[in-house]
């Protein structure tokens, strides 16, 4: 796989699972741990927190992909 096929796939990959980090935070009861759930500074958090766990997640996919693409040459 070429390096910009590889460096889209990585870009897409890390923004969808970063919107699927934010859908899923929005389950989470933030109000029981912050002052004022509804300001600002708790939606910053939120995308903040958002991006560490979608970027997370999408680092292990990609490692995971490459791995499984350096396993598969192994028996070429």
């Known amino acids: 796989m070429s ?3 590889y460096g889209l796939i990585n870009i897409t ?3 969808v699972l970063i919107g699927i980090s934010w859908w899923a935070l929005q389950a989470f009861r ?3 741990f912050l002052k004022s759930p509804n300001s ?3 939606k ?3 995308i903040i927190l958002s ?3 979608g970027y997370q997640i999408a680092s292990f996919f ?3 992909l490459g791995w499984s693409l350096i396993f598969g040459q192994i028996f070429s």
């Open 3 to 5: 390096q910009s096929v």
């Open 44 to 46: 910053l958090l939120q």
């Open 13 to 15: 990959v890390c923004i």
């Open 51 to 53: 991006i560490i766990l």
């Open 62 to 64: 990609m490692n995971y």
């Open 30 to 32: 933030f109000d029981l």
């Open 40 to 42: 600002a500074r708790a």
